[in-house]
């Protein structure tokens, strides 16, 4: 990520992170705020970059040690906090506190980025509220949050907060492509953006990779061999989406199949599943418009059983049947 790069995504932000860089009048803390994390990442990462540059003259160079260092994630006066589970807490932002404590190893500036801050536990943020209220040093936070709203009003009222613009499923796609993701996973993860949420990284990936093909699997027996999907749905559906965080997700990729399916009417090409273009395309001609509003419309009142603790089996019998009625 370069200042030009940035700019060229969120004008707005870039403007005021470069010249606050250039004038060296960072506040002690942002939070930025917005749908897309990837766009949070890479903005954190060249302000931190920036922050702990050691050039005269452009920061980041790019080329310093410490550039280096802090854009693969081995500054040791960066640090970076990621919910533990499906929170952030107390412990982990205590042993930040301590860790900043100590002068910095290589300058006598420290950063530190949290990600997901939304969710701290009360605990952990009334912690880091008193860390915000008396910094020690040359001291930035970076909070990062999709939900502004849920963050402690005090640490709002103490960082300067800087919305990001939300980017379009093409330009979110694009944007992974360039971070090295391969192109028909790009295309998935660009829609459901980081769901399932408490899975880390690695682990999101490949469960990914395995929902997608449950989707599609199960898509192809509802529409050719409709007396087999339920063996479908009992034998790999509720083995891979087990609980209603992962079901809510697998139900964003039935729900990204059927639109895929309209989209194939109207002969678009911005697709979910675009190495299924020829089974989209089959499914298109069995299909009505209206059919597949239907459709979309049942898997969308599934999501809104399963967040009314309806019970998950039955939720999915029920999204099978209206399907196949439709059809």
């Known amino acids: 990520m370069t200042w030009d790069r940035l700019r060229s995504r969120q004008p707005v932000v ?12 960072l506040p002690h803390a942002y939070v930025f705020e917005g749908e897309d994390r990837l766009e949070h990442r890479e903005a954190a990462s060249l302000l931190c970059r920036a922050f702990l540059c050691r050039s005269t003259e452009t920061k980041p160079c790019g080329v310093c040690h410490d550039c280096k260092r802090a854009e693969n994630g081995s500054h040791p006066d960066l640090t970076t906090i990621q919910p533990d589970g499906l929170s952030i807490k107390k412990n982990q932002v205590e042993l930040l506190q301590k860790e900043f404590a100590y002068k910095g190893m290589e300058s006598p500036r420290k950063v530190y980025v949290i990600e997901d801050a939304d969710l701290m536990t009360a605990s952990a943020a009334n912690s880091l509220l008193t860390f915000l209220e008396e910094p020690e040093g040359e ?5 990062m949050t999709r939900n502004l709203h849920f963050l402690l009003p005090t640490i709002v009222s103490r960082s300067q907060i800087l919305s990001f613009s939300p980017l379009s499923d093409v330009e979110r796609q694009k944007n992974l492509e360039a971070a090295g993701e391969k192109p028909v996973l790009a295309a998935l993860r660009a829609r459901i953006g980081d769901k399932p949420v408490d899975l880390p990284e690695e682990e999101r990936t490949a469960w990914i990779v395995h929902g997608r093909q449950v989707v599609i699997q199960l898509a192809e027996e509802v529409l050719q061999r409709p007396q087999q999907a339920r063996l479908i749905l009992q034998e790999k559906w509720h083995s891979h989406f ?3 965080n992962h079901i809510d997700t697998g139900l964003d990729l039935f729900l990204f199949w059927y ?3 309209l989209y194939m009417k109207w002969e678009r090409e911005d697709l ?5 273009a020829e089974r989209l395309r089959v499914e298109s001609l069995h299909r009505s418009e209206t059919m597949l509003a239907s459709n979309m419309k049942a898997v969308m009142e599934a999501k809104k059983y399963l967040s009314a ?7 999915m019998e029920r999204l099978l049947l209206r399907i196949q009625e439709g059809s």
Do not use: G, M, S
Not at 139 to 143: D, E, G, R
Not at 309 to 315: D, E, H, K, M
């Open 14 to 25: 870039a403007k005021l992170l470069q010249q606050a860089v250039v004038r060296e009048r």
């Open 139 to 143: 001291t930035l936070a970076i909070l």
């Open 242 to 244: 087990k609980d209603r």
């Open 259 to 261: 639109r895929d399916v």
């Open 272 to 276: 979910a599943y675009p190495d299924q």
């Open 309 to 315: 603790n309806v019970n998950p089996q039955l939720i």
